[in-house]
T-cell receptor
Framework: DGGITQSPKYLFRKEGQNVTLSCEQNLNHDAMYWYRQDPGQGLRLIYYSQIVNDFQKGDIAEGYSVSREKKESFPLTVTSAQKNPTAFYLCASGRGINTGELFFGEGSRLTVL | GQNIDQPTEMTATEGAIVQINCTYQTSGFNGLFWYQQHAGEAPTFLSYNVLDGLEEKGRFSSFLSRSKGYSYLLLKELQMKDSASYLC??????????????FGRGTSLIVHP
């Protein structure tokens, strides 16, 4: 079955540690996105990638990094520079042209202890 | 910048009809999505409007007026399982060809017996 998979679903981290969230899709989508969701804030865009080996900062990219070495994969690293990393992180993919919805992974909940 | 407004919370009775409004001010317009999100889960696609008018899909309908920057999601014959957050997302026009949905903060719908 085609879909988008995020892992881990839950993650705990100590302050000062980097952590990488995985996102894999087998939908053959060109575009991939990372959103952060906080209570009452809706979804805010961290990074997006329209094509392999290229990505762009979103509205809240500070303290995060990404890579897009393969079409299927778009991992997100939450670095120690991110001041308030506890949140629900959602990865999405789409055809990246002027039509079509985004498909979301099940999310990764990161808690910094 | 982009501005998308939705009510924060709504309540309704099982079996009734509810209308969730979304107004937007964006730099150009390439379409509007509605998503449903249950707590702690991924958003799931409900509807996509790019032209003015009403799109009906079972118990859910979505309306768009581009001249007014306005959309609504209409839910009929409400069921308890419809209790969820409903996200409005707009795709602004981008000169660079990027396709970046911008989300509102979501409307939390509570359906009671």
């Amino acid at each position: 079955d085609g879909g988008i998979t995020q892992s881990p679903k839950y993650l705990f981290r100590k302050e000062g540690q980097n952590v990488t969230l995985s996102c894999e899709q087998n939908l053959n989508h060109d575009a991939m996105y990372w959103y952060r969701q906080d209570p009452g804030q809706g979804l805010r865009l961290i990074y997006y990638s329209q094509i392999v080996n290229d990505f762009q900062k979103g509205d809240i990219a500070e303290g995060y990094s990404v890579s897009r070495e393969k079409k299927e994969s778009f991992p997100l690293t939450v670095t120690s520079a991110q001041k308030n990393p506890t949140a629900f992180y959602l990865c999405a993919s789409g055809r990246g042209i002027n039509t079509g919805e985004l498909f979301f992974g099940e999310g990764s909940r990161l808690t910094v202890l | 910048g982009q501005n998308i407004d939705q009510p924060t919370e709504m309540t309704a009775t099982e079996g009734a009809i509810v209308q969730i409004n979304c107004t937007y001010q964006t730099s150009g317009f390439n379409g509007l999505f509605w998503y449903q999100q249950h707590a702690g889960e991924a958003p799931t696609f409900l509807s996509y409007n790019v032209l003015d008018g009403l799109e009906e899909k079972g118990r859910f309908s979505s309306f768009l007026s581009r001249s007014k920057g306005y959309s609504y999601l209409l839910l009929k014959e409400l069921q308890m399982k419809d209790s969820a957050s409903y996200l409005c997302a707009v795709i602004p026009m981008s000169g660079g060809g990027s396709y970046i949905p911008t989300f509102g903060r979501g409307t939390s719908l509570i359906v009671h017996p």
